[in-house]
């Protein structure tokens, strides 16, 4: 089964807050790296992440991460 | 005076690290059975002086292959077609190794030698079965099915 990238509009979310990486990471407890990680699709968050982030920056889950080709 | 930056953890550093132990693990795992290998057989240094490096080995390779197989899930539940496959791969490799090296064994020696190589591979992959099966029961009873 081919495995399953996760895109985001997390940069976009984050930056119309006007929040850093690293302010973003501390929101949601994770490291700066990660969040950078997510944002160039070299990681794939857990939906626990996902949800997280989609609370921090008050987006909709489906707004903020979808299956990578699908959009 | 801080010496190093504060180290932070998350999610993807524990997946990550997780991954890393593994492999590296499995790397020792490997290079400790090609010493123990190298010293029997090749160097034929004494079976009691290399007890205490078989005896960790034994200990980390079955130690961590219980817990993966028992948190459930994390190693495959072979069917009694694998196993038995399995056993025969096991046992017909140390069979041919073991005659590679020590000949034939005489028939009044076999409680050394071929009941070890028989009865060896049936026991670690009949343990296999059952932790195996005791994890994936063990996920089940969680689920509620």
């Not at chain 1, 495995?3 to 994770?30: F, M, P």
């Not at chain 2, 010496?3 to 499995?26: C, M, P």
């Not at chain 2, 029997?40 to 390779?61: F, H, K, N, W």
């Amino acid at each position: 089964m081919k495995e399953i990238a996760i895109a985001s509009d997390l940069k976009l979310a984050r930056v119309a807050k006007g929040w850093s990486q690293a302010e973003t990471a501390e929101r949601v407890g994770v490291t700066r790296q990660t969040i950078g990680l997510i944002e160039v699709g070299r990681y794939n968050p857990t939906i626990k992440l996902c949800l997280a982030l989609a609370r921090a920056t008050e987006r909709n889950l489906d707004d903020l991460f979808w299956i990578e080709g699908e959009r | 005076m801080m010496l190093f930056e504060k180290l932070e953890r998350d999610e993807r550093t524990f997946a990550a690290g997780g991954q890393v132990a593994g492999i590296w693990l499995g790397i020792t795992h490997v290079l400790l059975a090609g010493v123990i290998f190298y010293r029997l057989y090749i160097l034929g240094q004494p079976d009691e002086e290399l007890r205490d490096v078989q005896t960790i080995l034994a200990i980390s390779l079955f130690g961590h292959m219980i817990t993966q197989l028992f948190l459930g899930g994390l190693l495959p539940v072979p069917t009694w077609r694998g196993m038995i496959v399995g056993y025969g791969v096991l046992a017909g490799t140390i069979a041919s190794v073991c005659l590679a090296i020590y000949g034939v064994p005489e028939a009044a020696q076999w409680q050394n030698t071929w009941l070890p190589t028989l009865v060896g591979p049936a026991l670690f992959i009949g343990l296999y079965r059952l932790v195996a099966w005791l994890g994936r029961r063990r996920i089940e009873s969680l689920i509620g099915d």
